[in-house]
């Protein structure tokens, strides 16, 4: 098991993704999403990519849409993987701020949703 940790505040966040190597767009595999913060997310998925590998996020919650380039910065075999954002638009960094913020009410408050 390699791991890189973070001392980014970490969200609790359950939502399906999809996950591509940048050289190859079109190959997806699905992921589930179950943390995320402003600097990146962990995935869950049988068939994580290596380290340092260059890869596409999408994430999907209801009614919300994300994307941006990333970096796998930690790897446990068979289980998934933790990737860190490198590009992210304005409209996507929004949304995952909104993730965030509605992720900090909800650990306060647990009747809000995202």
């Keep these: 098991m390699e791991r890189q940790r973070s001392s980014a505040l970490k969200i609790p966040f359950v939502a399906d993704a999809e996950i591509a190597p940048e050289s190859s767009p079109g190959a997806t595999i699905s992921a ?9 997310c962990y995935l869950e998925t049988p068939a994580p990519y290596n380290l ?12 919300k849409y994300f994307e941006a380039k990333a970096k796998v ?13 490198r590009e992210t638009k304005p409209n996507f960094r929004a949304v995952l701020q909104h993730w965030l913020l509605n992720g900090i009410r909800k650990n306060e408050d647990p009747d809000v949703t995202y």
């Design 73 to 85: 910065v930690s790897v446990n075999p068979a289980s998934g993987m933790g990737v860190m954002f």
């Design 52 to 63: 340092q590998t260059l890869v596409l996020v999408k994430i999907f919650a209801p009614g």
């Design 32 to 40: 589930r999403v179950r943390e995320i913060s402003l600097q990146g």
